[in-house]
């Protein structure tokens, strides 16, 4: 249809451009207290940190669809903690971030041993829209600036959650069941927070940290989209009953 023909011409567009950008640093944010988002996971392949993610339960851990783009080995969560991915599974139709569905479970071979290291973070029980202006966090260890090196050190920035309108009139044409955050009128998000990382409001992982617009790190000049997680709830809950906090 006419609809998805303009979407797939402005994704065209957006992609030949380079417009479109991978959350991939986190700007203008502090190094995350210690003993602080115990629930972040970074997925690595063979060459270390690829993508950012979180654990929902013991052996499953959220992150983005698009960072299926290179072997995944493990996922290392705390300091020293690595597991193995023996599984993956996103949305069969997944295409583009473009597109949405921009959402991925990781299988781990084994438990992760839940305690003073390592913590599950909770996911809404039901659909829920988040507030605009409400003050909500994102985390990774992408590069704090635009052409910079990825950090050693999880860092953590607050972002505000943006009308779904405003953020449309910005993004032309914006997938459904997503949520925006950052980025527009302020010099803080992620292009800036790793791609697959969280977005956290009131304790909760409310978003998945999706895209932004591409090599405009230091002054974002439209949203930054996360995935809507509460639009996702029932596909989630085919592979593992999540943990999820009800009000």
């Not at 993508?51 to 052996?59: A, K, M, N, S």
Request: net charge positive.
């Amino acid at each position: 249809n006419m609809e998805s023909l303009h979407a797939f011409l402005l994704v065209y567009v957006l992609t030949c451009l380079g417009q479109l950008g991978y959350g991939t640093d986190i700007i203008h944010g502090k190094k995350a207290p210690d003993k602080s988002m115990l629930y972040m996971a970074s997925v690595q392949s063979s060459k270390g940190h690829v993508c950012g993610g979180f654990l929902v339960t013991e052996d499953f851990v959220v992150t983005a669809a698009h960072c299926d783009t290179s072997p995944m080995r493990a996922i290392k969560i705390g300091s020293d903690i690595k597991i193995i991915v023996e599984k993956k599974f996103k949305p069969s139709n997944f295409n583009d971030v473009w597109l949405g569905k921009d959402i991925m479970l990781l299988k781990l071979s084994r438990k992760a041993q839940l305690g003073c290291k390592v913590q599950i973070i909770q996911l809404p029980c039901a659909e829920m829209n988040v507030k605009a202006d409400e003050v909500c966090q994102v985390a990774g260890w992408g590069r704090n600036r635009t052409g910079g090196e990825n950090v050693d050190d999880l860092r953590v920035v607050n972002v505000s959650v943006i009308n779904p309108e405003v953020c449309r009139e910005q993004w032309p044409g914006l997938p459904v069941n997503v949520i925006c955050a950052g980025g527009y009128g302020t010099d803080k998000g992620f292009c800036q927070g790793d791609s697959g990382g969280p977005l956290v409001c009131n304790g909760l992982a409310v978003g998945i940290v999706s895209f932004n617009k591409y090599r405009n790190c230091n002054y974002p000049d439209v949203p930054n989209v996360y995935t809507d997680i509460s639009k996702y709830l029932q596909w989630i809950n085919k592979f593992n009953k999540i943990e999820c906090w009800q009000k």
